[in-house]
């Protein structure tokens, strides 16, 4: 299994467009992907903050480059939220460990 956390950090005055761009096409986007287990987008806790994050749990690399493209270590953004984004990261980990509990029951 592997987790994609993506982390961007937004021009200030556009954290609105941001999280409307992010319902209207980055989760719809990600839903249709073949392979993708879970995602959990999440906005700052702090006002001062203008950093927002998309965790994603994935099934294989194997399906990770389906969905995103040969360069899946590269930053991925739809339609025009680029025009919104300070900078952006992407990072990938292998799971280790017990399965989650959810991912357990379904066995």
């Known amino acids: 299994m592997i987790i994609r956390l993506f982390k961007a950090k937004i021009h200030p005055g556009k954290l609105n467009s941001w999280e409307e761009k992010v319902e209207k096409f980055s989760i719809p986007w990600l839903k249709e992907q073949e392979g993708l287990l879970e995602y959990y987008p999440g906005k700052p806790l702090s006002d001062q903050s203008r950093v927002y994050s998309m965790l994603s749990l994935w099934e294989s690399i194997e399906v990770l480059k389906k969905a995103v ?18 900078e952006a990261s992407v990072e990938h980990f292998e ?13």
């Open 95 to 107: 799971f280790f460990g017990a399965p989650p509990a959810w991912l357990d029951s379904e066995a």
């Open 69 to 86: 493209g040969e360069d899946w270590e590269q930053v991925v953004l739809l339609e025009d939220e680029a025009s919104l984004v300070e």
